[in-house]
């Protein structure tokens, strides 16, 4: 089930974190994310476990997507699809135009997930990440809910 996420859900998100992403945040920058409403963030709970997450920051007319992330054990389900659609519904109803994001290049699997979602290459971040890989800037337009599931799904 899709819900979005709280304060409550923290030590699900940093257990998540850890799992997928090997401890990407702190639990200081989960709770921010948690806690400030301009900073959606919806996860999919199998039990008490968080399975999937997506998050992002509503600024002005724009969603920037911060975090997807799925359990790796669940990873190719569609979960990351689920709840990045759901992230991309909720700004579009509360009037974000478009939506952002930053993947590593050598991201092929992510690469492969917004692009099912509708995102495009927009730009090059040259040496980006830690590891000196380059970020590819990925942008798609929001028009309402419904058009944003349409293009998911498509």
Same mark, same amino acid.
């Given at each position: 089930?899709?819900?979005? +996420?709280?304060?409550e859900?923290?030590?699900?998100?940093?257990?998540?974190d850890?799992r997928?992403?090997?401890? =990407?945040?702190?639990?200081?920058?989960?709770?921010?994310? +948690?806690q400030?409403?301009?900073r959606?963030?919806?996860? +999919? %709970?199998?039990?008490?476990?968080?399975?999937? #997450? &997506?998050?992002g920051?509503? #600024?002005? $007319?724009e969603?920037?997507?911060?975090?997807?992330a799925? $359990?790796?054990?669940?990873? *190719?389900?569609?979960l990351? *699809?689920?709840?990045?659609?759901?992230?991309?519904?909720?700004? &579009?109803a %509360?009037?974000a135009a478009h939506?952002? =994001?930053?993947?590593?290049?050598?991201?092929?699997? &992510?690469?492969?997930?917004?692009?099912?979602?509708?995102f495009s290459? &927009?730009?090059?971040?040259?040496?980006?990440y830690?590891?000196g $890989? $380059?970020?590819l800037?990925?942008w798609?337009? =929001?028009h309402d809910?419904q058009e944003?599931?349409?293009?998911?799904?498509?």
């Amino acid at each position: 089930m899709a819900l979005e +996420l709280g304060l409550e859900h923290l030590p699900a998100c940093l257990a998540l974190d850890q799992r997928a992403l090997g401890g =990407l945040w702190t639990a200081a920058q989960w709770s921010s994310e +948690l806690q400030e409403p301009r900073r959606p963030c919806w996860g +999919l %709970l199998e039990g008490e476990q968080l399975i999937a #997450v &997506a998050c992002g920051w509503l #600024v002005v $007319d724009e969603l920037h997507i911060t975090v997807v992330a799925v $359990d790796p054990a669940r990873q *190719r389900q569609g979960l990351g *699809r689920r709840v990045l659609e759901r992230l991309l519904e909720q700004a &579009a109803a %509360l009037g974000a135009a478009h939506a952002t =994001l930053e993947v590593a290049a050598s991201n092929g699997a &992510a690469l492969a997930l917004y692009g099912r979602c509708g995102f495009s290459t &927009a730009g090059v971040r040259r040496g980006y990440y830690r590891n000196g $890989d $380059d970020a590819l800037v990925q942008w798609r337009r =929001l028009h309402d809910a419904q058009e944003v599931r349409i293009a998911a799904h498509s």
